[in-house]
């Protein structure tokens, strides 16, 4: 529709051409913006509706469209993914309390691009082993980042990811995948957060995805309660994500979803 021509792999997955970066780093930053403008209204009393409301309107504000309202019935703006909550948590009326550490993912679409990232978040007070998960689940993400470039395979991303995790006695979760995205939300391939290198789709230029690893305290297994949304911890041990979009470049990839304000690290000056 939007293409005359389309380029797939054969295993389906879509290239983009060399000017179409530029569509997805505008979606990205939006995105990003929005997340580093969420980091002050998370505080001990706060509602998840309240910093949900306030995401739907900074993305109605930037004249975008929120991804995920209407979405497979989904109604909001974000998903916001409370302490065992592994993913796709519903923004509601309960308060957060101190020490509580939340996901918030936003997925926006700018001019038919879609940018997806999430961040984690702490409500007052951190304790050390929510700063621990915290951190580990972020440079996870990077090592899985590290690993893309044409010539490498999913394989090695999801192999980054989980030995890292792994040699930090935390654990990966399975149920949940990243996505290839661009001007469509979600699209081959499922992007595993484990696995073998050498493994799966080999990388080449011009594909668009997203690395989202979910880090669980305790057993990776989860499970998704009655709303038939809010994916949970089997055994209730803690869980941290953190999302990119990026875009496989010649030698590496570029980071479409970055903090305009640097904002993305969790640095616990
Ligand atoms: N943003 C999520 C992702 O990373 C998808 C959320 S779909 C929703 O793929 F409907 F739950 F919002
Ligand atoms: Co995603
Ligand atoms: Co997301």
Redesign the pocket.
């Known amino acids: 529709m939007d293409d005359t021509r389309t380029r797939l792999t054969k295993d389906g997955i879509r290239l983009y051409d060399p000017a179409d970066f530029a569509g997805m780093h505008e979606a990205g930053r939006l995105a990003a913006e929005i997340l580093d403008r969420v980091a002050p209204l998370v505080e001990p009393g706060q509602t998840t509706a309240a910093i949900d409301k306030a995401v739907e309107d900074m993305v109605n504000a930037a004249g975008a469209t929120s991804a995920?309202i209407g979405?497979?019935g989904?109604q909001h703006a974000t998903?916001i993914s409370v302490n065992h909550v592994v993913c796709?948590g519903i923004p509601g009326e309960k308060k957060l309390h101190d020490g509580d550490i939340l996901n918030v993912?936003v997925?926006v679409i700018v001019d038919g691009w879609f940018g997806?990232t999430?961040r984690m978040y702490v409500a007052g007070k951190r304790t050390r082993k929510a700063e621990r998960l915290i951190d580990v689940t972020h440079d996870a993400l990077f090592r899985g980042i590290e690993a893309v470039r044409p010539g490498n395979t999913f394989g090695d991303i999801g192999h980054a990811i989980q030995s890292f995790v792994e040699a930090q006695r935390m654990s990966v979760v399975r149920d949940f995948c990243g996505?290839g995205l661009g001007r469509v939300f979600?699209a081959p391939p499922n992007v595993l957060h484990y696995g073998r290198p050498g493994t799966g789709p080999v990388l080449e230029e011009g594909m668009f995805f997203?690395i989202?690893p979910m880090v669980n305290l305790g057993r990776p297994e989860t499970k998704v309660l009655a709303d038939d949304?809010t994916a949970v911890t089997r055994d209730k041990s803690l869980s941290a994500q953190f999302?990119h979009s990026i875009g496989v470049t010649a030698d590496g990839c570029e980071i479409f979803t970055l903090s305009p304000a640097g904002k993305f690290h969790p640095t616990w000056a």
Do not use: R
């Open positions: 995920t979405y497979k989904y998903c796709h993912d997925t997806d999430s996505h979600h997203t989202e949304w999302e």
